[in-house]
């Protein structure tokens, strides 16, 4: 059982704002959802297909960022209360990568990419929202696969290295790797990603064809 740290208090709320984004523990969890969060993550894409996943799949939700702690999102803008960092030893079953404004600063945490790369590589299965494909091809999970997300960054996903497939949706790594373009997207493949995971054995890591290298040093 991963045991987390303890919940942060979440700060005070103006009477304007939203309630704050946590993660969730069950009493008996069947399953792991670890969801990537930062500076500027797209907020609804953090809730809306999350929760209905792990609502399908009986999970616990885990919002691992830079730091535990409190990080403001946007669209809508809200804070999202990440429960751990990457050393944590946070392991997921199924890995979610939201997009937002901020997916750039990944890259400049060395070891939340580093993160990244690995949860990805053990995951049994991903799915990444909108910019999000931009944050696994970075971190060289993409490469030669079929991957979608934001249409404004398709130029900057084919020179990360994916094959752009300009859908909705795309899958790779017989079903365990789905891109979305967007929230929407997302929230119609929930039943997809939680079908892969209740066929998937808990020791299944993808079938081979996701290769992940060392995570380089951001560069100055």
């Known amino acids: ?91 997921a079953d199924v890995l979610v990568v939201p997009g937002g404004l901020g997916w750039r600063q990944v890259a400049e945490e060395a070891e939340l990419a580093r993160w990244l790369a690995e949860t990805a590589a053990s995951a049994r299965a991903i799915l990444s929202i909108s910019t999000g494909s931009l944050l696994l091809a970075k971190v060289g999970v993409l490469d ?24 909705r949706v795309a899958r790779a790594d017989g079903g365990r790797l789905v891109t979305a373009s967007g929230a929407l997207a997302a929230a119609r493949v929930v039943d997809e990603v939680a079908d892969h995971v209740s066929w998937s054995p808990p020791s299944a890591v993808g079938s081979g064809r996701i290769q992940i290298g060392p995570v380089s040093e951001p560069t100055p």
């Open 1 to 91: 059982m991963i045991k987390l740290p303890s919940r942060r208090r979440t700060p005070p709320r103006r009477g304007w704002e939203l309630e704050p984004i946590t993660g969730r523990r069950l009493a008996d969890p069947r399953e792991t959802i670890a969801v990537l969060v930062y500076r500027g993550v797209t907020t609804v894409e953090v809730e809306g297909p999350v929760v209905r996943l792990a609502d399908r799949i009986g999970a616990d939700i885990v919002l691992v960022g830079a730091r535990p702690g409190p990080i403001p999102g946007v669209e809508p803008s809200r804070m999202v209360i990440a429960d751990a960092g990457p050393g944590d030893g946070v392991r």
């Open 144 to 167: 030669g696969l079929d991957a979608t997300g934001h249409w404004l960054a398709e130029d900057d996903l084919a020179r990360l290295g994916a094959h752009v497939s300009s859908t």
